[in-house]
């Protein structure tokens, strides 16, 4: 959903391990959702999106779950490695709004070697 | 393929003054292109759409006499911040989408410091 300028949570995790980061979405009307990595002083990177009637979506080493019943969205990656480290955000994009992609509030993943 | 540049990568500037900041769509054709602000440890945040040859739709709060949005090419869109303020520090990014997609490809962001 919309971001109010809440500071980013943060997400710790040890190298090798598998982290899962979590988006609560705001509209229920929404149609297409999209994760971003973001590094830092860098724009966002896509990385996975899924439309809304699916409800899973596997990439390289990331996967995408969609559940609409309670708006959540959630990025699973796989063995996780340094590299990993980064901002990560859902967004979302509403038809019926003109197509706007709202960035959700991010989370801050540390992966520790 | 699906680049965009912004530029420049940072500016500081003195209160009072205006920076304009470009965004160009590389290899692709944009028909839409987004302005984003985001402050530190935040969301970005949606300030502007604009289309190629029409006047920017700006988001509830953004003062477009303050941004001014140009998008005159289907590969160029500025923004200029006029009269800047140490408020207006910022990293701005931008987004340029074709017609034909959902997909944003999103520059490298420009990191501007009013002093």
């Known amino acids: 959903g919309e971001s109010v300028g809440l500071h980013l949570p943060t997400l710790s995790v040890q190298e090798g391990d598998n982290s899962i980061i979590n988006c609560a979405y705001s509209?229920?009307?929404?149609?297409?959702f999209i994760w971003y990595k973001q590094e830092s002083g860098k724009g966002p990177q896509f990385i996975i999106d899924?439309?809304?009637?699916?409800d899973k979506r596997q990439g390289q080493r990331v996967t995408v779950l969609l559940n609409k019943t309670v708006k959540h969205l959630s990025l699973q990656i796989a063995a996780t490695q340094p590299g990993d480290s980064a901002v990560y955000f859902c967004?979302?994009?509403?038809?019926?709004?003109?197509?706007?992609?709202?960035f959700g509030q991010g989370t801050e993943l540390s992966v520790k070697p | 393929g699906a680049v965009v540049s912004q530029h420049p990568s940072w500016v500081i500037c003195k209160s009072g003054t205006s920076v304009k900041i470009e965004c160009r769509s590389l290899d692709f054709q944009a028909t839409t292109m987004f302005w984003y602000r985001q402050f530190p440890k935040q969301s970005l945040m949606l300030m502007a759409t604009?289309?190629?040859?029409?006047?920017?739709?700006?988001e509830q709060g953004v003062e477009k006499d303050k941004f001014l949005i140009n998008h005159a090419s289907l590969t160029l869109s500025t923004l200029t911040v006029t009269s800047a303020h140490p408020e207006d520090s910022s990293f701005y990014i931008c987004s340029a989408r074709t017609g034909r997609a959902d997909e944003q490809y999103f520059g490298p962001g420009t990191r501007l410091t009013v002093t």
């Open positions: 899924i439309r809304s009637n699916m």
């Open positions: 967004a979302e994009i509403s038809y019926n709004q003109g197509g706007k992609l709202i």
């Open positions: 604009s289309n190629e040859g029409s006047k920017a739709t700006y």
């Open positions: 509209n229920s009307a929404s149609d297409y």
